[in-house]
C-alpha cells in the first residue's frame, strides 16, 4: 500500500467534506431566510444533489475501480440506467424501514422520503460510483475480509457511521426538551451527515494507522 494513495483517498474525503459546507453556506446567497433548521427540506434537497455530483466527479476524475473492461456507449447507458433504480430502490427502502421503526406513515411523508433520500446519498451513491450496480461486488465488500483495496475500506467505514449516526440522531426526538431540532426528521438528517463527515475523516486515519497490518487480495 502507498501512502500516496492513502494522501488521494483523503483528498478526496476532504472535496466531499466541502461539498457538504458548500450545501450550508451558498445558498443563503441566492435563497432569502435559508437555513438548515427553517427551510431544511430545502436543504436537504441541495445537499444531496452536491454531493452527488461531487462524487460522480470525483469517480470520473480518480477512477479507483477499474475492474470494467467494456466500454461502449449501451453498457455505459444500462449502468447509468441501472444505477439511478439503485438508487430509487434504496430510497424506498430506507422509507419503508423508517415507517416501520415509528416514522408517520401518512403524515410528514416527504420530510421521510427526503430522509430517505439523503441517507442514500451518503451510503448508497458512494457504492454505485465505487461498486457499480452489481450486488455481488456489494456483498463481498461488507462481508468480512472481503475488500480488496482503501476505496472499499473506506466506503465500509463511511457507510456504517451514516447508519450509525442516522440512528443516533433519533434519540432526541421524544425527550421533552423542545428544540425546533428536534422536529422529525432533523435531528436524524443531522446525525447521517455527522456521522458521514465522520466516516470521510476517520477511513484515512484508519487505514494511515493500519496499513502494515492491512493487505488486499484481488478479486
Known amino acids: 500500500m502507498k501512502d500516496t494513495d492513502i494522501k488521494k483517498l483523503l483528498y478526496a474525503h476532504l472535496l466531499c467534506i466541502f461539498s457538504i459546507i458548500l450545501s ?110 452489481r450486488l455481488k461486488a456489494w456483498l463481498r465488500v461488507f462481508s468480512r475480509n472481503g475488500v480488496t483495496s482503501i476505496w472499499e475500506n473506506s466506503l465500509q467505514i463511511t457507510t456504517i457511521s451514516s447508519l450509525v449516526g442516522a440512528w443516533l440522531g433519533a434519540f432526541p426526538i421524544p425527550l421533552d426538551w423542545e428544540r425546533p431540532w428536534q422536529v422529525w426528521p432533523i435531528s436524524c438528517t443531522l446525525g447521517a451527515t455527522f456521522g458521514y463527515v465522520a466516516g470521510l475523516l476517520i477511513s484515512p486515519l484508519w487505514i494511515y494507522w493500519n496499513r502494515k497490518q492491512l493487505s488486499y487480495k484481488n478479486n
Open 24 to 133: 450550508v453556506l451558498i445558498p443563503p446567497l441566492f435563497l432569502e431566510n435559508f437555513s438548515i433548521l427553517e427551510t431544511h427540506l430545502t436543504w436537504l434537497c441541495i445537499c444531496s444533489g452536491v454531493v452527488t455530483a461531487v462524487n460522480l466527479v470525483l469517480y470520473l476524475v480518480v477512477k479507483p475501480n477499474t475492474s470494467s473492461k467494456r466500454s461502449s456507449l449501451s453498457h455505459k447507458v444500462t449502468r447509468v440506467l441501472k444505477c439511478c433504480i439503485y438508487f430509487l430502490m434504496s430510497c424506498f427502502i430506507f422509507h419503508v424501514i423508517f415507517v416501520l421503526y415509528g416514522a408517520p406513515l401518512i403524515e410528514l411523508v416527504l420530510e421521510t422520503f427526503l430522509f430517505a433520500v439523503i441517507l442514500s446519498t451518503f451510503t448508497t451513491v458512494p457504492c454505485l460510483c465505487l461498486l457499480g450496480p
